[in-house]
């Protein structure tokens, strides 16, 4: 039973994983300008002061980082991984079936591990259409609810639709943009970090 306790207890002391794509890898910036980088500014000073470990590559797919993930949980054993995945895929037009299997068993994967999980959401240009634009938000609210984890809805909230916060490529935010990023997703990973008062 001591055992047991202390290696939840060293889970739950455990890094927040990032794993994303571009969106988090600080694109065309600074990577201290990046969410991610400002995210471990103010982890460092919450108490327990908590580590990031940024596991983001630009132009990452859902099934990419699947493949990374069982070295990833094995190597950080994180309290919570933050998985920003999907906006590659949506991209490319791929099946929504395809990118939904890939991130529930991302997420699956995040459960056997004992690790905490929060889904951020993505949104795709208006050229996609709306049946393919409306079916990938759903997608990630079905399953968020399927598996009881926290989402964030839309990463990009209040930026991506501000031409002076985007980069020339109208996907990805300039630097200046960051913070607010980083507003957008705060308060529900505060709450999903194990300890929180939430939890």
Known sequence: MFALRA???AADAGPVLVLGDSLSAAYHIEAASGWVALLSQRLHDVQPARTVVNASISGETSAGGLARLPALLAQHKPALVVVELGANDGLRGLPLEEIRANLNRILAACRDAHANALLLGIELPVNYG??????????????????NVPLVPFLL???????SLMQD??????AA???????????????AL???PAQ
């Open 157 to 163: 909230a209040g930026v991506a639709d501000d031409a």
């Open 169 to 174: 490529d109208g996907l990805h935010p300039q």
């Open 177 to 191: 943009a960051e913070p607010k990023v980083l507003d957008n997703v705060w308060p529900t990973l505060r709450k």
């Open 7 to 9: 290696l939840a207890a």
């Open 130 to 147: 709306p049946q393919y634009r409306n079916g990938l938000r759903q997608m990630y609210r079905d399953i968020a609810h399927e598996f």
């Open 194 to 196: 194990p300890g929180s």
